[in-house]
């Protein structure tokens, strides 16, 4: 007897596991396409130094110094963080989605400024791709993008072009300090100078702040300087490097001894602190390796050694 087409026999469900298989392609396609997402955010690249992360080598000695000290100068005085990142190119750490989208995601991950206030901000510089980055924290106002493009324009680009690399880097971080991130510290707004008077303005608040910061400066090293005991300035400061012993051989440093004296009147102090980098060396004395020393500054202060802040992406690019 022929079987009915319509009766149910064992295996008539064989034709349902088309289906899982399908439903089970569609899960694994999804985790691949989460899969690139998940590696490009942990390529992003580390910061080395809160300030200039110079991984590309475009800044001279004297350049990165000017920078760092004026980066340090705004963040002990108006609690601003600002740090400047160059690369040699996005792609081999996940950048493949633009440079605003790049940008934004590092300056997130490491937290660049304060996370209550959010006025950080970082200059990206991609050399590879001929491409920057001014990026700027959630807390500035639409203004400050606009004079952030002025800066990019004006300042950084034409050096790029010219290949004046550093000389590009330092003007420009120079004039976001200056124009964008002091008038902010001290609770003025921030204005975008009009087209026609730029070249004017920008060179007359460029030194007006310079003076300020060199000001600032000055005033707190004659008070550190000055003998508590005593009163009396010059006091002679001796650094030292600490040396851990390393079991197999060699050593350690990752803390320095700072001493004090005055040679007026014999006063002393001596205390410990924590070098940026945490060095290891060999029996020979060469260096084995470095690594960004934990609770360095402000690192207990947010899990990436700055404040916690964050972008929403506003800012000013540039490509030459």
């Not at 000290?69 to 996005?90: C, F, H, M, P």
């Not at 959010?118 to 050399?127: E, I, P, Q, S, T």
């Not at 001929?130 to 807390?139: Q, V, Y």
């Not at 200056?178 to 707004?189: E, F, M, S, T």
Request: charge should be positive.
């Amino acid at each position: 007897m022929k079987a009915s087409p319509f009766s149910t026999v064992p295996g008539a469900d064989r034709p349902q596991r088309p289906i899982r298989t399908a439903a089970w392609l569609f899960v694994a396609l999804w985790l691949a396409l989460l899969a690139p997402a998940q590696a490009q955010a942990q390529a992003l690249p580390d910061w080395q130094h809160l300030r200039v992360n110079d991984f590309a080598g475009l800044l001279a000695p004297g350049d990165a110094q000017a920078l760092d000290e004026a980066l340090t100068a705004l963040r002990k005085q108006a609690g601003i963080e600002g740090t400047v990142v160059t690369l040699a190119d996005r792609a081999r750490y996940g950048g493949t989605d633009g440079l605003e989208a790049f940008a934004t995601r590092l300056f997130n991950h490491w937290g660049v400024g304060d996370a209550t206030r959010n006025h950080g901000f970082m200059v990206l510089v991609l050399a590879g791709d001929r491409e920057a980055r001014i990026e700027l924290g959630r807390g500035y106002e639409n203004d400050a993008d606009i004079l952030a493009q002025e800066i990019m324009r004006n300042t950084m680009l034409p050096a790029f072009r010219d290949s004046r690399m550093s000389q590009g880097i330092r003007d420009g971080t120079l004039a976001v300090i200056d124009l964008i991130a002091w008038p902010v510290a001290a609770g003025q707004p921030v204005k975008a100078p009009e087209p026609d008077l730029a070249d004017r303005i920008i060179p007359l608040l460029f030194g007006g702040a310079w003076l300020l910061i060199l000001g600032g400066i000055a005033r707190q090293l004659w008070r550190r300087n000055r003998c508590p005991q005593c009163g009396r300035r010059g006091l002679d400061t001796q650094i030292a490097p600490q040396e851990t012993p390393l079991p197999e051989g060699g050593h350690m440093v990752s803390h320095e001894s700072v001493t004090r004296r005055c040679p007026a009147c014999g006063w002393s102090d001596s205390r410990q602190r924590l070098c940026p980098q945490t060095v290891w060396y060999g029996p020979t004395g060469t260096v084995l390796r470095s690594e960004p020393t934990p609770g360095y500054r402000g690192a207990a202060r947010g899990a990436s050694g700055f404040g916690g802040g964050s972008s929403r992406g506003g800012g000013a690019s540039g490509r030459w």
